[in-house]
């Protein structure tokens, strides 16, 4: 059974039963799930969570959803990695990276998509939509198939060839709007008034967005069941960092983990800023704008949740950094040559954003910080492609070889370089 | 700019009746001009303003529109074209 009691409004803080709509119909404010906390502080445990599944459905206690229909992928319970050498670049000692990049999507999408489909099919829904230009768009049709739901698809007729594979494969009806991104907006709007379908990030918006606090709710464990000093986290609506800070605090009030006062801070591209530019202005007043970035994914002009995000960049004493694109493409490589990791742009946001913050001194060099990195650079290998280093073009012979590598600066030793792993039989 | 709305159709004396909940920005050009007023004037719309926060220098009001769809859709045009920005109260669908 699930610990989810009712919808509040998070303006005005009506109630409403817990079926499908996102608005409220007094103020038109958002609506949040409510939990019975005290019934769930009795029943939860860190040994009960630690016996569930390596998925976000381990952490079932917290999500809005009945057990018996999951529709579950595989989606969660990412690598937390220590980052050393990547700490050491940046100055900080006690570096984390959360990679969402290793999702059945490659994208943190697939913790929300996994909540949505479940509720979907609660709610008895045979169609599930969404409009994405990218990592939403997979995580929809693939746990559409896995649900043996109908799945719409809503995309740009400007989106690449490539961007399409990755939802395609999985039998979705993608339908590709022409006209701008407003257009597609307003669209959306109209169908799903019109059609009894499961839009995610519309009508079942609030179920949802709390697929985010699983990355929160892992963090913690596996840090030992400790909270973070510091996150890090990439902005587009502003959800996923407002839920990031819910799944903390909810540990903390259920005694899982000790009090906890992590700073959470938020980055943006440049070319779609809205949630720093307002922080920069010291208002909670967000100017809508449009996109022009290469983070595509995170390119949200009119952010749902951007007053939220604000609010809790405010409390938890976090910040907000905008990074230029040239910065995002740095950042992106920077992890992968550190650590191994080849990021999206959104994480390339992230981990620019970091750096900025820590050569600012605004994250302390002994803070615990976790970065979250959310989703593959394999989904967008067009914002390094010119920036990679050349391939050294050789003739099949030792000697072109030996004189490419020369040219190259580099020197290699003749004969086996290490004796490791051997005369140990 | 193009026009976002959310139609809930109704017939009334054979009118094709429709609300539509939307989210008007402001920018500081603007704050002095009786915008919603003039709307309201101009064309046959009932407006219902349930949120809004305006300061001296900005301002946005999320309110309701009901009237004859064709008459919503002229009249958040006539809106836009004063250069006001209007949005779906949920902000933007299209994700990555």
Known sequence: MSYASHLRCKECGRCYPLNPVHVCEFCFGPLEIDYDYQALGRHISRQRIERGPLTVWRYSDFLPCDRQQVVDIGAGFTPLLRAQ?????????????????????????????????????????????????GNLANAVAAHAAKAGLRALVFIPADLEQGKIVGSAIYGPTLVAVKGSYDDANRLCSELVEKYSWAFVNINIRPYYAEGSKTLAYEVLEQLGWRAPDHCIVPMASGSLLTKVWRGIKEMAWLGLVDWAHTRMSGAQAKGCSPIVEAWERQSFNIRPVRPNTIAKSLAIGNPADGYYALKVLADSGGVAVAVSDDEVVEGIMLLAETEGIFTETAGGVVIAGLRRLAAEGRIRPDELVVAFITGSGLKTQEAVLDRLAPRLEIEPHLASFEEAIAEHGETVAAGRQSSRGEGHG | ?????????????????????????????????????KLCKQFDLVTNIRRADVTEDRGWVILELEGEMEEIERGVQWVMDQGVRVDPVAGDIVEG
Do not use: H
Not at chain 1, 87 to 97: F, N, V
Not at chain 1, 105 to 121: E, G, P, Y
């Open chain 1, 85 to 133: 050498n990547l700490g050491e670049a940046l100055g900080l000692r006690q570096l984390y990276i959360k990679n969402d990049c290793a999702n059945p999507t490659w994208s943190f999408k697939d913790r929300v998509v996994t909540v949505a489909a479940t509720k979907a099919l609660e709610f008895g829904f045979d169609t599930m939509a969404c409009a994405s230009t």
């Open chain 2, 1 to 37: 700019m193009e026009r976002l709305w959310l139609p809930v159709g109704r017939v009334v004396e054979e009118r094709v009746m429709a609300k539509q909940r939307v989210k008007f920005t402001f920018p500081t050009e603007l704050i002095k001009e009786p915008v919603i007023w």
